[in-house]
């Protein structure tokens, strides 16, 4: 009986053909075929790192119809490679209806490690990172988008969300709108390329810069906004709720690692709660 092969998700650079790695580039070079989002795309970096293998389609457009063949293929023991355009496959991009159709069929799905947009412009922008939301790209009707934004504007995690250059200007312009003068983001474009910019500041701060340099309008972007936790301000210290839940595990962890599990379960910020607990921790 022949064993069943393996479906192998394979990030690729986002920018930079140094961000390639070497699994990457043997398990490209080793499977039987590579499902790719653009084979043309696909074609000139594979040619670029010397991989010669087949290369077949499979993208949004036709991902349901062409599940049931890679399927069967994995079934009969081929190993087969997913990539998209750039960075990790899934995200944002097609493979959900194959891999989920993988799993259905107890077939093994291996993800590789590497690049990916959301992950690097959060590294790099100074904001919050132990909790985020990822939106992909925002709605391109103004209405919806304008909507969308309004369900985010309580958010207490980072917000990332993707960007196209002709859709820059309109979603800052609503951002500015909805969002406010106070709210802090972080424009990242063109990441791991020559021209790799973080622009940070509010949304009309950031629209005022584009609209003055147009260069800043081009190339791929990642758009990040700052919690609504730290644009506000605790004068009065954090709730009652979270500085009961502060003293009792006072009782037991040392004050950081208490302060840090109180922010997580009460949705308060970590450095006022230690702050409280400084000031409060050895009083009867």
């Known amino acids: ?28 070079a080793d499977v039987a075929a590579i499902a790719a989002e653009d084979t043309r795309h696909t074609r000139k970096l594979m040619q670029h790192y010397g ?19 890679v399927i069967e293929r994995l079934q009969q023991g081929d ?18 209806v194959l891999v989920q159709r993988c799993r259905q069929h107890g077939l093994k799905v ?8 959301v992950t ?9 990172t132990d909790r985020f939301a990822f939106e992909g790209f925002l709605p391109s009707k103004p209405q919806q988008r304008r909507a969308k934004l309004e369900a985010l504007k309580t958010e207490p ?32 474009r063109e990441l791991t390329k020559q021209f790799e910019t973080y622009l940070n500041g509010s949304a009309a701060e950031l629209l005022q810069i584009l609209t003055d340099d ?35 595990l006072l009782e ?7 302060a840090a599990v109180t922010a997580k379960i009460h949705d308060e910020r970590k450095n006022v709660l230690y702050q409280w607990g400084l000031e409060n921790k050895n009083k009867d």
């Open 110 to 117: 291996v993800a590789l490690p590497g690049a990916c947009a």
């Open 51 to 69: 991989i010669q293998n087949d290369v077949f389609a499979l993208h949004e457009h036709n991902e349901t119809q062409r599940a049931d063949a």
């Open 1 to 28: 009986m022949t064993n069943p092969g393996t479906l192998y998700i394979v990030p690729t650079p986002i920018g930079n053909l140094g961000d390639m790695t070497e699994r990457a580039i043997k398990t490209l």
């Open 157 to 188: 995690r980072t917000v990332v969300v993707y960007e196209s250059p002709h859709r820059i200007l309109h979603t800052l312009a609503d951002m500015n709108a909805v969002l406010g003068t106070e709210r802090q983001l972080v424009l990242a």
């Open 214 to 248: 147009s260069n800043q309008q081009r190339g791929e972007m990642v758009l990040l906004i700052s919690p609504l936790q730290q644009e506000t301000e605790a004068s009065d210290g954090p709730g009652e709720a979270a500085k009961r839940t502060l003293l009792l």
């Open 79 to 96: 190993s087969l490679a997913l990539v998209s355009d750039a960075g990790t496959p899934l995200i944002n991009d097609p493979g959900y």
């Open 120 to 128: 690097v412009a959060l590294s790099a922008a100074g904001l919050p």
């Open 252 to 258: 037991d962890l040392p004050l950081k690692k208490a």
